[in-house]
């Protein structure tokens, strides 16, 4: 149930409970699990339990009876049933957002778009819906961070001791100076 998107600034759309009201929202983590919803049928949800929407603006949901569940490279979800039959449930939601700096971050990895009216931009200016291209989505693997831990731990030292030289700097000339003006 790992998905990486393979493309910068492409994002699943999900759609999200806040306050009562539902608000879409997107996000790049593909870590997604199957929650029970209805009798007989579970639904393809964040870690948070947000759900992740297909090509058609509805939640996915997946009959509670099926063998295997596998997704393809262009975000077809796909299960096959107890008697070795493929059943096509859908086509995840993909967006590209083509203004990333509009993105405001709203926690647990999603992001949201501010109201594109107040800044006069359209829609399509900002983002666009990716129709279901091959090649976008690898399944069993997910986005790694894009930070290097090596590189900020010698960064983190450097300035513990660049603090650690400065305040000593600043101790030796209060000293100098209380010789300077007991000398006086």
């Given amino acids: 149930m790992d998905l990486a ?15 009562g009201d ?6 790049r983590d593909g870590a997604f699990y ?19 929407l297909g090509t058609n603006g509805e939640p996915i949901f997946v009959p509670e009876n099926f063998k295997d569940i596998k997704f393809s490279e262009s975000g077809e979800v796909i299960v096959t049933n107890n008697d070795n039959t493929e059943e096509s449930l859908g086509q995840l ?3 590209q957002v083509l203004r990333p700096q509009l ?3 709203t926690g647990e990895n999603q992001f949201a778009l501010p109201d594109l009216e107040q800044l006069n931009l ?15 989505i690898q ?8 930070v290097d831990t090596a590189t900020e731990m010698t960064e983190l030292l450097t300035a513990q001791r660049s603090y650690q030289f400065n305040a000593k700097s600043i101790s030796i000339a209060d000293q100098m100076a209380g010789l300077i003006s007991n000398l006086r």
Avoid: I, W
Avoid at 122 to 136: H, N, P, T
Avoid at 139 to 146: G, H, P, R, W
């Fill in 5 to 19: 998107l393979k493309r910068p600034n492409d994002f699943f759309e999900l759609l999200v409970e806040e306050n």
């Fill in 22 to 27: 539902f608000t879409t929202r997107y996000t």
């Fill in 34 to 52: 199957l929650s029970p919803y209805d009798e007989g049928e579970m639904a393809l949800v964040t870690s948070n339990g947000d759900f992740v």
């Fill in 93 to 95: 939601q993909l967006v």
């Fill in 103 to 105: 993105l405001q971050a």
């Fill in 122 to 136: 359209l829609d399509e200016e900002v983002y666009q819906v990716v129709e279901g291209e091959e090649g976008l």
């Fill in 139 to 146: 399944q069993m693997a997910l986005e790694m961070s894009n």
